[in-house]
């Protein structure tokens, strides 16, 4: 069965510098993978999404993401951190079914000044 | 801008009361789902429905009930029968049912909470 795996429940980073939330997925063939966003009370933004070709992805708000199929990873990246980053990011993978979504227990953002 | 509404955004539900929640979309998608959320556990689909008057059961559907009459409305009851119901609530809706690299559209949710 499909799964993900955010390892990281929170983490903490300062203002300005570089972030990079971990992935890992348990998938048989090429996954259909996205990183969403969620801010408090609200509901979750897609920031990126890969579906094959480069294995380097740009999403939105600046942020990246790498796939590495040898590693099961899709690992979340940021240069430089905003402290309107503050949120909780999903990691997710597409089901083989072909209508369901699978998403991480998540990874909270704390930007500390 | 199209988008999709829950509401309430916050509803309190009695011992022994039924509540509905509601989910409206103006995106013209096919499939809609629901989720509910709680801390640490990430999201747990409930029910999902691929069509109008078709649905089915996600990984924890017991205690709750689904209708798809309209294409745009896809409401969550939540039952007596749902011993934990405190939780927050998400609804979400894809384009269409087939493709699974489509990613989801998401509601602001509900927080549904007993008295």
């Known amino acids: 069965a499909q799964s993900v795996t955010q390892p990281d429940i929170h983490i903490t980073v300062s203002e300005g510098a570089s972030l990079e939330l971990r992935c890992n997925y348990s998938?048989?063939?090429?996954?259909?993978l996205f990183w969403y966003v969620q801010s408090p009370g609200q509901g979750l933004q897609l920031l990126l999404k890969y579906f094959s070709g480069d294995t380097l992805v740009q999403g939105i708000k600046g942020f990246e993401a790498e796939f590495k199929r040898s590693q099961s990873s899709f690992n979340l990246r940021k240069p430089s951190v905003h402290w309107s980053d503050a949120a909780e990011y999903f990691c997710?993978?597409?089901?083989?079914?072909?209508?369901?979504?699978?998403f991480g227990a998540g990874t909270r953002l704390f930007v500390k000044a | 801008d199209g988008g999709i509404t829950q509401s309430p955004k916050y509803l309190f539900r009695k011992e022994g009361q039924n509540v509905t929640l509601s989910c409206e979309q103006n995106l013209n998608h096919d499939a809609m789902y629901w989720y509910r959320q709680d801390p640490g556990q990430g999201l747990r689909l409930i029910y999902y429905?691929?069509?109008?008057?078709?649905?089915q059961k996600g990984d924890i559907a017991e205690g709750y009930s689904v209708s798809r009459e309209k294409k745009e409305s896809f409401p969550l009851t939540v039952t007596s029968a749902q011993k934990n119901p405190t939780a927050f609530y998400l609804c979400?809706?894809?384009?269409?049912?087939?493709?699974?690299?489509?990613?989801?559209?998401f509601g602001d949710g509900t927080r549904l909470s007993i008295l």
């Open positions: 429905s691929q069509i109008v008057n078709d649905f």
């Open positions: 979400a809706s894809t384009p269409s049912a087939q493709g699974r690299g489509q990613p989801q559209h």
């Open positions: 998938y048989g063939a090429t996954p259909y």
């Open positions: 997710a993978v597409g089901d083989t079914g072909g209508f369901k979504t699978i």
